[in-house]
């Protein structure tokens, strides 16, 4: 069954440093998302990815974020200057519009956990 | 106040109990509700969608209720295997960004 997957598992990174999270979202999906969640708080929305653009962001996703899809497979979270706040999980999602998805239904990756020290 | 609102629980059950969770939102943009499961440390799995019509999926039932804003989920005959935090998430229109709860944990016991 296709699945949405994410590398590294777990990324452990200085302040001030950059990290990339990549991503492969299943392959016949059109959105692509992603989700932090710091632990013990609730998963939070970061931002969406659709032809090529961002199409939605939220309060958090400022300058210091960045999407892009580089070669038509991966979708990569860029941090440029990594806070001790930004250590969560993040998680990647992707979204079809017909056959296998059900309307809606966002499939999630398995995370990176990104520690910041 | 928070778009989705859950109570965080947690909820101790024994097996074979029958256990609900309720939420509310307060979102008009929310199109679209579900309810996931996350397992600790595992990302959020889709459990089912939820309707106004109600939806039953085996042992586990869902409600939507417009009028109120409110969302309930319903597990019969609980199993260890069910022991998780649920999530009841809104979908807000557009590019369809997914708003959650904080969750409802469930502990089930022997």
């Known amino acids: 069954e296709p699945e949405v997957t994410q590398t590294p598992s777990h990324q452990v990174t200085q302040m001030g440093q950059e990290v990339i999270l990549r991503c492969v979202p299943i392959s016949n999906h059109l959105y692509f998302y992603w989700y932090r969640q710091i632990l013990g708080q609730k998963v939070e929305f970061l931002v969406s990815f659709y032809n090529n653009e961002i199409s939605e962001k939220s309060e958090i996703f400022d300058d210091q974020f960045s999407v892009e899809r580089p070669d038509g497979s991966n979708f990569t979270l860029k941090i440029r200057s990594t806070k001790l706040e930004d250590s969560a999980m993040y998680f990647c999602?992707?979204?079809?519009?017909?056959?296998?998805?059900?309307?809606?239904?966002?499939?999630f990756g398995p995370g990176t956990r990104l520690t910041v020290l | 106040r928070k778009e989705v609102e859950q109570d965080p629980g947690p909820f101790n059950v024994p097996e074979g109990a029958t256990v609900a969770f309720n939420c509310t939102y307060s979102n008009s943009a929310s199109q679209s509700f579900f309810w996931y499961r996350q397992d600790c440390r595992k990302e959020p799995k889709l459990l089912m969608s939820v309707y106004s019509s109600g939806n039953e999926d085996g042992r586990f039932t869902a409600q939507l209720n417009r009028a109120s804003q409110y969302i309930s989920l319903l597990i019969r005959d609980s199993k260890l295997s069910d022991s998780a935090t649920y999530l009841c998430v809104g979908v807000n229109t557009g590019f369809q960004k997914l708003v959650f709860g904080t969750g409802t944990r469930l502990l089930v016991s022997p």
């Open positions: 999602a992707s979204r079809g519009t017909s056959g296998r998805s059900s309307y809606n239904e966002q499939f």
